[in-house]
């Protein structure tokens, strides 16, 4: 049986992956996204001003697509972007007319005219729940092309090109080339490893790399621009993870590896005196940084390399990279990552000090008059989740 404790990379691996699965949306939360999208969709194929006629769909972009959800910080709702696809030429149609057109068909509903809020090119419904829905319209390009949209400007005067679809499946064909993904591969040792209570997900170590190194990623840069501006949004994040893996096959490897890419790209423009350019991978003529001023790149660059320089620390020991755990992903999602991982595997390691964890952990802890601690004799100790020594 395995001792996860005695290999420190797969120890390493194993809780990165925990941490990614303990930021990311639950799955009753995407559910009921879903219900609230597929309900909004129903409303609109009954309206009988505009939509009735034509075909519609609504679904996701973005994170909830490409499986890269991270739970917002400081209890802010989820930012759910989803496009209502009218499956008709946008020449038929003005930007204007089918954004109205939504508006309209929302507005006859008492209850989401009171939770809809007007955006520039988009509607947002404001759930009294833990998200809100952008609701973006969208026509075809032409009678033949199902994926790719037409959406409104801004100004709603003119159409711009989008891809969600294509660009989710982009992103998932770049993370299946890992050939043989480190927890996968130990699949059968962790779980046989873990306590008869322990019931994890396999999607905690059948993610992908290059998914679980997108939400790790995103999570530090929630972190970092909590008081920062020029945040970075995550389809540059996203879409720089996904041009830049090389198929790493662990999670660790894939965020070492690409950071120093991005770094390094970005330092050959700079030197080159060009500007560092992340154009969409499904529709080349879209620049993702068209707009970026000085001010963008230097908030680009400082947040990437401030956290390529913490990255390097978790490359050795628990005991030296601790702090940064915590400085990259927040203390209590560690800590309960950790405490977790330490009860999973403690019965099947032969450590002392990680046995003695699991068990003040689980409060099932006695320590008897030697000052051992143990399951069996002695003083019960009090349980805590505050686990934070050695490891």
């Known amino acids: 049986m395995i001792d996860i404790f005695k290999d420190y990379i797969l120890q390493r691996e194993e809780l990165l992956a925990r941490i990614a699965q303990e930021l990311q949306l639950d799955k009753t939360r995407l559910e009921r996204m879903e219900t609230a999208y597929n309900t909004v969709a129903d409303l609109l194929k009954k309206d009988s001003d505009f939509f009735n006629d034509l075909v519609i769909e609504i679904y996701a972009q973005g994170s909830t697509r490409t499986g890269t ?44 005219k009171a939770i809809m809020e007007k955006k520039k090119r988009c509607v947002r419904l404001n759930y009294k729940s833990d998200f809100h829905m952008d609701i973006l319209p969208a026509c075809m390009p032409n009678s033949f092309e ?127 005196g060009i500007r560092f350019k992340i154009y969409n991978p499904v529709n080349p003529e879209e620049d993702f940084t068209d707009s970026w001023t000085s001010s963008h790149y230097s908030a680009f660059y400082s947040f990437i390399a401030d956290f390529h320089i913490k990255w390097q620390n978790l490359k050795f020991s628990f005991e030296t990279s601790k702090e940064d755990y915590i400085k990259l992903f927040g203390e209590g999602i560690y800590k309960k990552a950790l ?53």
């Open 69 to 112: 959800t991270v739970k917002p910080i400081n209890d802010k709702d989820f930012d759910l972007d989803t496009v209502l696809h009218i499956y008709d030429p946008y020449y038929k149609h003005s930007p204007e007319d089918i954004y109205n057109a939504l508006v309209k068909a929302l507005e006859k509903d008492s209850y989401y």
């Open 146 to 272: 199902k994926e790719v949209i037409k959406i409104p400007e801004k100004a709603l005067k003119n159409w711009s090109s989008g891809n969600p679809k294509g660009f989710s499946i982009w992103f998932l064909s770049a993370a299946n080339t890992a050939s043989e993904p480190l927890l996968r591969k130990n699949f059968d040792s962790l779980v046989k490893a873990q306590v008869e209570t322990e019931k994890l997900p396999q999607e905690v170590y059948f993610k992908t790399p290059l998914q679980r190194a997108t939400q790790l990623i995103k999570r530090y840069r929630d972190i970092y621009f909590q008081d920062k501006d020029y945040r970075v949004s995550s389809i540059v994040i996203t879409t720089l993870l996904g041009q830049l893996y090389q198929g790493e096959n662990s999670i660790f490897e894939t965020i070492d590896n690409v950071v120093k890419r991005i770094k390094d790209n970005f330092s050959v423009a700079v030197n080159q």
């Open 339 to 391: 405490n977790e991982q330490i009860v999973a595997f403690s019965k099947s390691s032969n450590n002392v000090f990680t046995k003695a964890s699991s068990l003040i952990t689980t409060g099932a802890a006695l320590t008897n008059v030697q000052g051992n601690i143990n399951s069996n004799t002695g003083i019960k100790n009090e349980s805590h989740h505050n686990f934070g020594g050695k490891y």
